[in-house]
Nanobody
Framework: QVQLVESGGGLVQAGGSLRLSCAASGSIFSTSTMGWYRQAPGKQRELVARITSRGSTNYADSVKGRFTISRDNAKNTVYLQMNSLKPEDTAIYYC???????????WGQGTQVTVSS
C-alpha cells in the first residue's frame, strides 16, 4: 500500500539546477525520516541527503552547500533542490523511508539526472 514516485529529473548543463520531488503514499510519511539516494552506473547506491520528521537535515560531503532537502507533510512529498550541478552528480535518484525496517528494501522507480559538461 506504500508507494514512492520520484520525478523532476532531466538533462541539465553543468552549473544548472533541478528540483526533484518524491510523492509518497501512506500515513507513515509525516513521522518518517526520508532520504534521497543516488546510483550511478557501476557504482553503489549512496545517501545524498536526509531529513527527519522534525526537519533536521544532513548531507553527503559531496553535495553540501549545493543541495537542499525539504519536505511538505501536507502533500506527503519530499524535495531535493539541486544547484550548481556537476557531471559527477549524474545518477538515478531515489527517495526512501529511512526510519522503517519494514520498508528498508522498498525503492521507487527513481528519476534520472544527467549533467553535461
Amino acid at each position: 500500500q506504500v508507494q514512492l514516485v520520484e520525478s523532476g529529473g532531466g538533462l541539465v548543463q553543468a552549473g544548472g539546477s533541478l528540483r526533484l520531488s518524491c510523492a509518497a503514499s501512506g500515513s507513515i510519511f509525516s513521522t518518517s525520516t526520508m532520504g534521497w539516494y543516488r546510483q550511478a552506473p557501476g557504482k553503489q547506491r549512496e545517501l545524498v541527503a536526509r531529513i527527519t520528521s522534525r526537519g533536521s537535515t544532513n548531507y553527503a560531503d559531496s553535495v553540501k552547500g549545493r543541495f537542499t532537502i525539504s519536505r511538505d507533510n501536507a502533500k506527503n512529498t519530499v524535495y531535493l533542490q539541486m544547484n550548481s550541478l556537476k557531471p559527477e552528480d549524474t545518477a538515478i535518484y531515489y527517495c526512501h523511508f529511512d526510519s522503517s525496517y519494514y520498508l528498508r528494501d522498498y525503492w521507487g522507480q527513481g528519476t534520472q539526472v544527467t549533467v553535461s559538461s
